[in-house]
């Protein structure tokens, strides 16, 4: 009975190890479509970012349209950021070793990424009437990752089904586009504000041109001349001349400019000390709107 009991003990006290199918290396295929989003998206984060003029997306044109919508904007980012972010979370998930993780992981991801990709497609093409063809290839590109993700379920989930499995998911990614659509459309907090391609184009232009403004936070007139602008103002090559406060020294570039009223435009080498309307600053910095195309 000793002997037996001690055999018993002995048993129990071994530790249950449970054995985890691993991958035998990165998905490959995922890392690819991943790689082409990341530039994709980081290519139009970055041109939002510096002002810069969008390759093939002309002043006016269905694509600027769709970029200078309230939609192109999130939480005070570009959207193309945030889409940026899911596809470098996609690239990273290629490389979890562990089946389960891994296919839970990136098909989460490319579902919600497809559902807000498809969302953002429906306004542009319903509620704008334009298209982009950046956005439609990142939808395309998240659509194959969706089905590739699929596809590749690995069979050694244990009790899976996928009727279970959809309806846990699919019900919170709907839920979090449309609480989106709620705040793009000014229900839930202060909406994005829209630029107007003609103004968003000119200060793009201004700033390329190597055009200045020189003014002030506390100068009445200097703010009248941002709002001519509306969203499209923090594009301008705007340059504070108090950076310390209106009875602090003037700054030195403005100083040395020898700027004495505000605001003062310096466009092509001619000094305009006045607010001056969009026009007349296309008109001083030949400045024209090309015609949109239409899809």
Partial sequence: ??????ARRG??????????????????PLLILS?????VTSYLSY??????????????SSCDIVLSSRWATLLGMPTAFWGLL???????????KRQDLHWFSAWGIAL??????????????????AACPYCLTSLALMTSVFVLVTFQRPGTLKNFSWPRWLSRTVPVAAAIIVLLHLHYI???????????PMARGLAVHLTKSGAKMYGSFWCPHCQAQ?????????????????PDGQNAPQGKECHDAHIESYPTWVINGKRIQEVLSLKQLAESSGFQMEPAKTN
């Fill in 1 to 6: 009975m000793g002997r037996k009991a001690q």
């Fill in 11 to 28: 048993t129990k006290s071994q530790p249950l190890t449970i054995q985890v199918p691993l991958r035998s290396g990165p998905n490959w």
């Fill in 35 to 39: 790689l082409v989003g990341i530039g």
């Fill in 47 to 60: 041109t939002e970012w510096t002002g810069s003029q969008l390759k093939g997306c002309a002043v006016g």
């Fill in 86 to 96: 899911a596809y470098v979370t996609l690239a990273a998930s290629a490389f979890i």
């Fill in 112 to 129: 919600f990424g497809v559902l807000y990709s498809a969302y953002l497609t429906t306004i542009s093409l319903k509620v704008l009437g």
């Fill in 186 to 196: 000014g229900v839930i907090g202060e909406p994005p504000a829209p630029e107007d």
């Fill in 226 to 242: 941002k709002e001519l602008f509306g969203a499209a103002a923090s594009r301008l090559p705007y340059i504070e001349c108090s």
